[in-house]
């Protein structure tokens, strides 16, 4: 199977797992030792990033304003992840897109504290993780569709809009999204 990184898994109604009922995942890596991936579409409410800053001891600079904290997924949810965009550099970082990276430098946090970070970040606690096979079943059974990521969907969508947008910007309409199944 063809690597999924940089692309999204967009729950279908066929999805078994409720956890990830009408989420959007990233996909960050996919390859022989299996997948790993983000939710962008499932904001923590009661954590601000502010209050992660604050209890990290990093400065703040109180004109900034920060967007919400992420519930990445069900693995790991005590790591933090930034998935940001190619604009900012850093060296301990992995490139999932020409446009995107993830990390989980605390410099970023220091930087973005001053307003020095990355443009367009989310960031992120725990992750999605498939052992090897797990995710080509997964996708057997029509539980995600797989379409190509969107920066604009990840970065500029409202969170609430995520799941639907990511598949109208491939003409389909994922809330009515039944039996059909595949890639686009």
Not at 100 to 129: E, M, N, T, W
Request: charged share 20%; proline share 6%; aromatic share 10%.
């Amino acid at each position: 199977m063809e690597s999924l990184q940089g692309n999204f898994l967009i729950s279908t109604s066929q999805m078994p797992d409720p956890r990830f009922r009408e989420r959007v995942v990233y996909m960050c890596a996919h390859n022989e030792d299996g997948a790993m991936g983000v939710i962008v579409n499932h904001p923590i409410t009661d954590i601000s990033l502010s209050d992660v800053l604050l209890s990290a001891n990093i400065e703040v600079d109180e004109e900034i304003s920060f967007p919400p904290v992420y519930l990445g997924g069900p693995v790991e949810m005590e790591s933090a992840f930034i998935l940001y965009t190619s604009d900012y550099d850093t060296q301990n970082s992995m490139k999932v897109s020409e446009t995107v990276s993830l990390s989980s430098d605390p410099k970023i946090l220091k930087d973005i504290a001053v307003g020095r970070g990355p443009q367009h970040y989310l960031f992120l606690l725990g992750y999605a993780g498939w052992s090897p096979g797990q995710l080509e079943n997964e996708l057997g059974v029509n539980g995600w569709l797989t379409l190509p990521a969107e920066d604009d969907v990840l970065f500029h969508t409202p969170d609430e809009l995520k799941w639907k947008k990511a598949a109208e910007k491939y003409g389909i309409d994922i809330s009515t999204f039944g039996d059909v199944i595949g890639s686009a």
